[in-house]
Nanobody, 127 residues
């Protein structure tokens, strides 16, 4: 098990940028892959971005491609989500998640595939 803590959320205007951080502690994070999900009021949790254990491959939902960037810093046991050109529809609670990476499934995009979750950080984008 690993413990995840998100930070960096806040209230911004459309077009602004934010960088979310996900700090991991507990068991070594080196064998985990990570992802970001978000949940808006009245909606189901949805996939945002994911990164492989090695950081060599990333995946994004279509609506954030070209605007969001997921990255990792193994030395700091931290995963980041850089969000640029934010839109009102990006408003949600953002959750960091981690899962044990396997050779046959190095990346996952569904919530049920992740074993560890952070508490979430609120991102609110106003027009």
């Amino acid at each position: 098990q690993v413990q995840l803590v998100e930070s960096g959320g806040g209230l911004v205007q459309a077009g602004d940028s934010l960088r979310l951080s996900c700090a991991a502690s507990g068991r070594s994070f080196s064998n985990y892959a990570a992802g970001w999900f978000r949940q808006a009021p009245g909606k189901e949790r949805e996939f945002v971005a994911a990164i492989t254990k090695s950081g060599g491959s990333t995946h994004y939902r279509d609506s954030v491609k070209g605007r969001f960037t997921i990255s990792s810093d193994n030395a700091k046991n931290t995963v980041y989500l850089e969000m640029n050109s934010l839109k009102v529809e990006d408003t949600a609670i953002y959750y960091c998640a981690a899962r044990i990476a396997t050779w046959n499934r190095p990346v996952a995009v569904t919530p049920r595939e992740y074993e560890n979750w952070g508490q979430g950080t609120q991102v609110t984008v106003s027009s």
